[in-house]
């Protein structure tokens, strides 16, 4: 085994096999995504079953979607709905005809041994996506997106043998495939991040990639940068989180790139990742090619959609992601980059404009978002679409300093608090005495008090170094525990270092 | 008379009337189905204590006058239709002893009309055949010679009906499953158009050729039966919504003036020739009632066969998928892992005929051989449509034999593609989603039944009735053996 | 129309069927029924639309709305082996 040093450039890696002498080929990873996103309908796809997550095993389950002899599938029209919307968030042409195909294969969680797709007619073709990484816009482009049913789990710790829990089975999903554009797993990343935000958006998934409602396979291949002819590419299963989707696909890029720096042809073969292993595995038995011998579904019938539906379709989607970040720059007056941070999800987008209602000073309102939510939620790992606090809160607290009632620092804090126990901040300032100390007499004594027993920095200041105040702001706020008024505490100690 | 003599339209009568109690016509078949069954062998399971209750419940129903249109009427269902509670085997051993927790909806519609069901019928192994010899449980006889099957793969309600073991009884037609052994076994056999009668609950064989029918000893029987059974549901949705007219209407209306086409491709090499004096004749009487009857051409009937088997082969290949020995039916005993167990099971579970049709189906589908079979079976498929559509254009009916020959003895066709041949004049009919009747036009010097087939039009089960009620009463009684 | 037994062991794997003996006679069979269906190529059909569903039906909805599942133990009474609730089968190895 040769050393290898992959160092990253931009999105090509460089490869120098350091025993056979150093020979550096730039190789471009190539990678494409199947996301399969589970509709937040009411009922199954073909059955009026729960749509549910959780649950007994099979205590959301019936003849239908158990497969049961003499049983029958009747679409919900809303899957049809849902699967147009999000073909519409996401550019797509939306096919007036389009039909269920059955695609029949084995394995226990199926049990019909076939699921019922879309094979060659689906009901979204030719959409895209504007990602943005690292200041450069990219089109990625999707082929199609069908509908499909989902199949159902296999929990592993019987005693017997394994156990079949069909409560999944039959819950409505799309498949969104998307041509193979993406250059580097910092681009997948991306995609996954604004493709979940648009599904959100239309309000046809909740994106819950932890209860499995967003699941990705993801083909890798690599090729000689410049090089036109698409390489080999792998299938990878079982990426279970957009951090998971990043790993693997550098992962995989390395994987092959050493495999064929070793003069090794890559195998086209379906692959496992191992989130724990930071590996991929070939998967036992999935070597030979599926026929799934797709043909039209007898107990189906098509789905026409006329331009007038589509047209409907398209008028009662709420505004999307780009229309929103366009609004936020042109009518709120939002920089380009704090417009894309807001809009980057619907809930932090939708907590903003909430707040804004009662607070109309977007400007402000967006720092506090950006640098404050958005940091508590980072460090309490709570994802935006579970974020359950009420936008009046910040709104309160905000306009508390506004008030002067505390200063900036502290109103953060109270906003944080607010945030984690659901107080009112007006409650935890009394609470903790929080309120800001704006009372001139007693501060005025401390600063005099102070400059008497430090009175060098009085005299670097008079001196022309205007820093030197901050030592007896910092002080200031350290003796009153921060809740001084600092732009009294400033005011004060200039006059008296001025006299 | 005996009430197992009676028509259905005379036992309505009768029990409407009073003059018959349900509980009493029950026990009346009850006893029949006891003493012939051991020649017949048409059923799988006997629901005698729940038919009785059921009877002496309407008893009482009759009496405050909000009896259903079949009240206390017995009647016997092929295995292949789900019912709650009672197991449902579709003859073979895959089910095992699967009992369906739902009812197939006629069952539903048939518990509402408030008619008893007597006992499940013996078929063809997933209604794959056309003697009931597949059966994986026991062959049924024919009531005309025991020694001659009934047909199939409604080989058991045919041979029921004949043997006066219910009132009717519903089969499903896929190929001609209902209208073939109806003339083997000298009754009246109805297939509705594609869409009329819900398929819920229908075990499938091939979802876009099933379709659930009566069998009935004469036309108007049949006529109400499927006023009971017809309509839309909407938890099949390949079930037609249109509002259905009573089917009873108009069955003696004058057929003067009515055209009729004959097809001439019926009437090729394979057929028997006393079948076709016995079709000779009944086209001599429609025309004796008015009917101008003529040759016609319907072009593409040599390849309705082929088209068929790719077609049913495919859908029925996808829909016996289930069967695995995981959810419900047969398990084999030992197996290494979970693909073993699947064809450890289906290998002991599945009779010949289906393995063959399951293969077949496979085939046709795999990839490389898709275009060549399956798509060029369903272009096929708009062709035979498409002339039917243009003989209807031109003619109100088609008129041919049901089958090429008689009834044949057990055991006789042991060559698969000999018994495919002969779904040759029903099959057709099932591709374009035709309705269809046989009925019996005569017997053959062995004393055998021979049947007429009359076809429609989409939607068109009234002319079909009509037309088959008038040249019935022109035929004149046709008994059945007096078993 | 011949079929190799190496077709009908693929066709048979796809199947889930096991073919012992019966392997010749099952490839008689297959060979027989597609030789029968030789004759379609007869028909020209390049300008033929296929015909999925004989019925012109199209657009069967059904609406968003609950209805309450079955009750599992009437639902998996039929089970060859069952363990809290679940099918089993054997242990399957990913």
Redesign the interface.
């Known amino acids: 085994m040769q050393d290898i040093d992959l160092s990253r450039q931009g999105e090509t890696f460089l490869c120098r096999s350091f025993s056979k002498g150093v020979k550096t080929m730039k190789y471009e990873t190539v990678v494409g995504l199947e996301v399969h996103v589970e509709l937040s309908t009411n009922t199954k796809i073909f059955c009026s079953c729960a749509n549910e997550f959780g649950g007994e095993p099979n205590t959301h389950a019936c003849p239908i979607c158990t497969g049961m002899p003499g049983v029958l599938p009747v679409l919900n029209e809303k899957v049809v709905e849902y699967a147009a919307k999000a073909g519409l968030a996401l550019n797509c042409e939306i096919a007036n005809f389009s039909k269920m195909d059955r695609k029949g294969y084995y394995y226990p969680d199926l049990p019909k041994a076939y699921q019922i797709s879309q094979f060659d007619l689906p009901i979204c073709n030719n959409g895209y996506v504007m990602i943005n990484t690292d200041g450069k816009e990219k089109k990625i482009r999707i082929l199609r997106i069908h509908m499909e049913e989902d199949a159902g789990k296999l929990l592993h710790e019987g005693t017997l043998g394994s156990k079949v829990d069909y409560n999944r089975c039959g819950v409505p999903l799309i498949e969104i495939v998307t041509e193979p554009d993406l250059r580097s797993a910092d681009e997948a990343k991306d995609f996954l991040d604004t493709l979940k935000a648009a599904m959100e958006y239309v309000g046809v998934s909740d994106c819950k990639m932890e209860e499995g409602s967003l699941r990705c396979d993801v083909n890798v291949s690599v090729r000689p940068l410049g090089s036109e002819k698409l390489g080999t590419r792998c299938e990878m299963k079982n990426v279970n989180s957009f951090s998971a989707a990043y790993k693997a696909i550098k992962y995989e890029a390395q994987r092959q790139i050493e495999l064929l720096e070793d003069g090794e042809e890559i195998v086209q073969q379906t692959r496992r990742w191992d989130d724990e292993k930071g590996k991929t595995f070939a998967m036992r038995g999935k070597e030979e090619a599926h026929d799934y011998r797709y043909f039209p579904d007898p107990d189906l019938v098509p789905v026409v959609l006329t331009d007038e539906q589509i047209e409907g379709y398209r008028k009662s989607l709420p505004e999307l992601a780009s229309a929103k970040k366009g609004r936020y720059i042109e009518e709120l007056g939002l920089s380009e980059y704090d417009a894309g941070v807001l809009t980057s999800s619907k809930y932090i987008a939708d907590y903003f404009e909430t707040a804004l209602k009662e607070y109309d000073k977007p400007k402000k309102l967006a720092n506090w978002v950006m640098g404050d939510l958005l940091r508590i939620l980072k460090d309490e790992g709570i994802l935006p679409e579970n974020m359950q606090s009420n936008p009046k809160l910040m709104v309160e607290a905000m306009k508390l300093v506004d008030d002067g009632v505390v200063n900036v620092t502290v109103g953060k804090n109270v906003f944080e608090e607010a945030f984690r126990t659901n107080k009112k901040p007006e409650q935890i300032v009394e609470e903790k005495g929080l309120k800001q100390i704006s009372d001139t007499g007693e501060l005025e004594k401390m600063i005099k008090e102070l400059i008497a027993e430090n009175p060098k920095p009085a005299e670097d200041y008079r001196a022309g170094n205007k820093k030197a105040l901050t030592f007896y702001v910092g002080q200031i706020m350290k003796a009153t525990k921060g809740k001084a008024n600092p732009k009294i505490v400033n005011e004060i100690i200039i006059k008296e270092i001025e006299g | 008379m005996e009430s197992y003599e009676l028509t259905l339209k005379q036992t309505i009568k009768k029990i409407k009337s009073g003059e018959l109690l349900p509980s009493e016509l029950t026990k009346d078949y009850i006893e029949r189905i006891k003493s012939v069954e051991g020649d017949i062998d048409a059923l799988n399971e006997t629901e005698f204590d729940s038919a009785l209750k059921k009877a002496k419940d309407m008893d009482e129903k009759i009496k405050s006058g909000k009896a259903g249109a079949l009240a206390g009427v017995p009647y016997i269902l092929k295995d292949?239709?789900?019912t709650k509670g009672l197991k449902?085997t579709?003859s073979s051993r895959i089910?095992?002893?699967?009992?369906?927790?739902?009812n197939?909806t006629v069952v539903d519609k048939l518990a509402e009309a408030d008619a008893v069901l007597l006992a499940k019928a013996n078929m063809d192994e997933f209604a794959m055949g056309s003697s009931t010899e597949n059966s994986a449980f026991k062959k049924t006889n024919n009531p005309f010679d025991f020694s001659r099957v009934p047909g199939g793969s409604s080989g058991g309600s045919a041979a029921a009906v004949a043997s006066k073991q219910a009132a009717f009884a519903l089969g499903s037609d896929t190929g001609g499953s209902i209208r073939q052994p109806a003339s083997y076994c000298g009754v009246v056999g109805m297939k509705p158009t594609?869409?009329v009668v819900s398929?819920?609950?229908?075990?499938?064989f091939?979802?876009?050729l099933d379709q659930i029918g009566p069998l009935t000893k004469t036309v108007e029987d049949s006529a109400i039966v499927l006023n009971a059974i017809a309509g839309h549901d909407?938890?099949?949705?390949?079930s037609?919504?249109a509002e259905f007219s009573d089917f009873t209407e108009g069955l003696d209306k004058d057929i003067k003036g009515m055209k009729i086409g004959v097809p001439k491709e019926y009437f090729g090499v394979g057929l028997d020739s006393e079948v076709k004096a016995s079709i000779d004749k009944a086209i001599k009487t429609f025309e004796e009632l008015g009917a101008a009857v003529e040759e016609t051409s319907l072009p593409?009937f040599?390849?309705a066969?082929?088209?068929y088997?790719?077609i049913s082969s495919?859908?029925a290949?996808?829909n016996l998928?289930?069967y695995?020995?995981?959810?419900?039916?047969?398990?084999a005993d030992e197996?290494?892992?979970?693909?073993?167990?699947?064809?450890?099971t289906?290998?002991e579970g599945?009779g010949?005929e289906v393995?063959?049709r399951?293969?077949?189906g496979?085939?046709v589908?795999?990839?490389g051989y898709?275009d060549a079979?399956?798509?060029?079976?369903?272009?096929?498929?708009?062709?035979i449509?498409q002339d039917f559509d243009n003989l209807f254009e031109k003619y109100d009916l088609i008129l041919s034999p049901t089958a090429p020959s008689v009834a044949f003895k057990a055991g006789e066709k042991e060559?698969?593609?000999a018994m495919?041949m002969i779904d040759i004049y029903t099959v057709p009919i099932n591709?374009?989603?035709l309705p269809a009747i046989s009925i019996p036009s005569g017997l053959n010097t062995e004393g055998m039944p021979i049947g007429l087939q009359l076809i429609g039009k989409p939607l068109s089960e009234k002319t079909i009735l009509n037309a088959g009620h008038r040249f019935e009463q022109a035929r004149g009684d046709f008994p059945l053996p007096k078993l | 129309m011949r079929v190799s037994e190496e077709e009908v062991n693929r066709i048979a794997n796809l199947s889930r069927l096991k073919m012992g003996e019966d392997i010749s006679q099952m490839q008689k069979n297959l060979e027989d029924v597609l030789s029968h269906f030789e004759k379609l190529n007869e028909l020209d059909t390049s300008n033929v639309k296929p015909t999925a569903h004989i019925l012109p039906v199209e657009n069967v909805y059904r609406k968003d709305e609950v209805v309450e599942s079955m009750d599992r133990d009437l639902l998996t009474d039929n089970a060859p082996q069952r363990e809290d609730g679940c099918y089993i089968v054997p242990k399957i190895v990913e």
């Not at chain 2, 909407?234 to 390949?238: A, C």
């Not at chain 2, 079979?373 to 062709?383: D, E, G, N, V």
């Open positions: 292949n239709m789900c449902t579709c089910l095992g002893d699967f009992v369906p927790p739902y197939a594609y869409g398929r819920y609950g229908l075990v499938a091939a979802s876009s909407k938890k099949d949705s390949t037609i919504s593409t040599d390849y066969l082929s088209a088997y790719i495919a859908e290949t996808s998928s289930r695995d020995g995981v959810k419900y039916g047969y398990r197996f290494e892992d979970i693909v073993d167990l699947y064809k450890q289906r290998t599945f010949d393995k063959r399951i293969m077949l496979n085939y589908l795999s990839s898709y079979y399956y798509l060029k079976a369903q272009k096929i498929r708009t062709l449509k060559d698969p593609m495919y591709i374009a989603g």
